[in-house]
């Protein structure tokens, strides 16, 4: 039976790494920027707003909490941007994100995960931040994703070529 750390981060890896991000950029491909940074409302965030939150909150929760990096997050300046950011620019801090993130996964260990930390005003531990961070990049893909829905009328086709009415169990041994 595999570790629990190693099953732990592969699962980050995929929701975020392998999954989100690359919704998220696909995302992004679809947008004009003006649309990237469209608010409908002083109450809602645009897509823009929401990259940028997302990898200021990865980069307090995980690498900050987990991973040592100085915490120097300005929160409140993720939504205050009103941009015109370049998508690229926001497709490269995703990238970047990844990275940094892929580094502190590699390095992390179970003793690590059991261990608690001080983050965002919150105490955690290292288990409570990893679900935290991926259900927390989730969220937000998902409200990427129904804005670019909404406003292009298209078909993410995330899933593309699974079936996914396929009953049973797969892949598991």
Known sequence: MEDFCVLMTREVRRRMIAESIPRIKQCLAELT????????????????????????????????????????????????????????????????????????????????LMQNVDVQGFKENGVGVL???????????????YYVKWRKNINTNYYGGINLDAVGRVGFD
Do not use: M
Not at 67 to 93: A, C, K, M
Not at 136 to 144: L, R
């Open 33 to 112: 920027v003006e649309e990237v940074w469209y608010r409908p409302n002083e109450n809602s965030n645009s897509v823009g707003n929401l990259v940028l939150h997302l990898c200021g909150n990865v980069r307090q929760w995980l690498l900050g909490g987990l991973g040592g990096y100085t915490d120097n997050r300005r929160r409140q300046q993720e939504f205050d941007e009103r941009g015109p950011i370049p998508t690229s620019v926001l497709v490269r801090h995703l990238d970047e994100l990844a990275e940094e993130v892929e580094k502190v996964l590699a390095r992390l260990t179970t003793e690590r």
């Open 131 to 145: 679900v935290h961070v991926v259900e927390h990049f989730s969220y937000h893909t998902g409200q990427i994703t």
